[in-house]
């Protein structure tokens, strides 16, 4: 069963064919970063735009790359939520057409679903039940994971997302777009003793998230600092901000691990990328004696792989997801512990 998965939530267009038993046949992807940088952010319709332009030359790429003929396709994935509206709209449209004219089964994938699953893209998989840390630019959450659609929320974000705070604090130090990346790098010039930051809800005893403090924190420490910011005063903020929000992230997936009294962990979404916070959470993770699991880095962020990855896991779990009517709908917020079973 080969299956085309394709991601247009956001600002990644991605397309992937997978086939269970053989793996991942052949992906394309194309970033948006270059086209909304000028803009510091996403611009909806303009992510819009730009997936309807290269949903299908990247297809044909994945096809060719897979050497394969579109008639091989027997199902298609898409993603249905969360995301922007108008860019799951192309998603949607084009795999529900694209299924129509095959004559094939489709089916809607939960973006975050999808990103849970990536680590068992890897060479190295976790098995199940683990608990797993998704880590993304709008979501930070922790689940126990029994299975394909078996998930139980432990903690979620209250308010901005780990990945909100970058960008935001980014945004602040006047870096560029996306901000992630910019702020893991500039702190690792920084001195970890000038700015100590809050720990939001370090000592909740829950499992929950809180990250605009943390972003209202960095603005009165650059407010402070003056109108120009030198390169090591903007150093030592982006290490006291990056020390902070790691240090929240890995005290609250260790203590999801002791609640759950599981010893595997999945990190998932574009922060899992970031250094600091991979090797403060193997260290973590070595003093209790549990596994720490990554996707491989280019399946971190968007990605069509994981579609059709999720996808492929779904339609052999669940047959009856299978959908053969091809009138389609979005689910712009989409809570990921509601998507259980079929």
Not at 205 to 212: A, H, T, V
Not at 224 to 249: M, W
Not at 306 to 316: E, N, P, T, V
């Given at each position: 069963?080969?299956?085309?998965g394709i991601?247009?939530?956001?600002?990644?267009?991605?397309l992937?064919?997978?086939?269970p038993?053989?793996?991942?046949?052949?992906?394309?992807?194309?970033?948006?970063?270059?086209?909304h940088?000028?803009?510091?952010g996403?611009?909806?319709?303009?992510?819009?735009?730009?997936?309807?332009?290269?949903?299908?030359?990247?297809?044909?790429?994945?096809?060719?790359?897979?050497g394969i003929?579109?008639?091989?396709?027997?199902?298609?994935?898409?993603?249905?939520?969360?995301?922007?509206?108008?860019?799951?709209?192309?998603?949607?449209?084009?795999?529900?057409s694209?299924?129509?004219?095959l004559?094939?089964?489709?089916?809607?994938?939960h973006h975050l679903?999808?990103?849970?699953?990536?680590?068992?893209?890897?060479?190295?998989?976790?098995?199940?039940?683990?608990?797993a840390l998704?880590?993304?630019?709008?979501?930070?959450?922790?689940?126990?994971?029994?299975g394909?659609g078996?998930?139980?929320?432990?903690?979620?974000?209250?308010?901005?997302?780990?990945g909100?705070?970058?960008?935001?604090?980014?945004?602040?130090?006047?870096?560029g777009?996306?901000?992630?990346?910019e702020?893991?790098?500039?702190?690792?010039?920084?001195?970890?003793?000038?700015?100590?930051?809050?720990?939001?809800m370090?000592?909740?005893?829950?499992?929950n998230?809180?990250?605009?403090?943390?972003?209202?924190?960095?603005?009165?420490?650059?407010?402070?600092?003056g109108e120009?910011?030198?390169?090591?005063?903007?150093?030592?903020?982006a290490?006291?901000?990056v020390?902070?929000?790691?240090?929240?992230?890995?005290?609250?997936?260790?203590a999801?691990?002791?609640?759950?009294?599981?010893?595997?962990?999945?990190?998932?979404?574009?922060?899992?990328?970031?250094?600091?916070?991979?090797a403060?959470?193997?260290?973590?993770a070595?003093?209790?004696?549990?596994?720490?699991?990554?996707?491989?880095?280019?399946?971190?962020?968007?990605?069509?792989a994981?579609?059709?990855?999720?996808?492929a896991?779904?339609?052999?779990?669940?047959?009856?997801?299978?959908?053969?009517?091809?009138?389609?709908?979005i689910?712009?917020?989409?809570?990921?512990?509601?998507?259980?079973?079929?």
């Amino acid at each position: 069963m080969i299956v085309l998965g394709i991601e247009s939530s956001c600002d990644e267009t991605g397309l992937a064919l997978y086939e269970p038993g053989k793996g991942l046949l052949a992906h394309a992807l194309h970033s948006q970063v270059a086209l909304h940088a000028e803009y510091g952010g996403v611009v909806p319709e303009l992510a819009s735009r730009d997936h309807i332009r290269r949903a299908l030359p990247l297809l044909q790429q994945a096809l060719t790359q897979a050497g394969i003929a579109p008639a091989a396709i027997d199902a298609v994935a898409f993603t249905q939520g969360p995301g922007l509206a108008g860019a799951l709209l192309v998603g949607a449209s084009i795999g529900c057409s694209l299924a129509l004219a095959l004559d094939k089964p489709v089916i809607g994938i939960h973006h975050l679903e999808a990103h849970l699953l990536s680590p068992l893209l890897s060479a190295n998989p976790p098995a199940f039940p683990f608990v797993a840390l998704l880590v993304s630019g709008g979501h930070t959450q922790l689940m126990r994971v029994d299975g394909v659609g078996e998930y139980t929320l432990l903690g979620d974000t209250l308010d901005d997302a780990a990945g909100e705070a970058f960008d935001k604090s980014a945004k602040l130090l006047g870096l560029g777009y996306p901000g992630g990346p910019e702020v893991s790098k500039l702190a690792d010039s920084g001195d970890p003793t000038v700015h100590h930051l809050p720990r939001p809800m370090l000592h909740s005893k829950d499992l929950n998230f809180s990250f605009s403090g943390l972003k209202t924190a960095v603005l009165t420490v650059v407010r402070k600092q003056g109108e120009t910011l030198a390169p090591q005063q903007k150093a030592d903020i982006a290490r006291g901000f990056v020390e902070s929000i790691v240090e929240v992230l890995v005290a609250k997936s260790m203590a999801a691990l002791k609640q759950t009294g599981l010893r595997r962990l999945v990190v998932s979404g574009g922060v899992g990328a970031n250094r600091q916070l991979r090797a403060a959470l193997d260290a973590a993770a070595a003093k209790r004696r549990c596994q720490v699991f990554y996707p491989e880095m280019e399946f971190c962020t968007d990605n069509g792989a994981m579609i059709a990855f999720a996808g492929a896991m779904r339609l052999q779990k669940y047959p009856d997801a299978a959908r053969h009517d091809y009138a389609f709908d979005i689910k712009p917020r989409w809570p990921l512990d509601m998507v259980c079973g079929a």
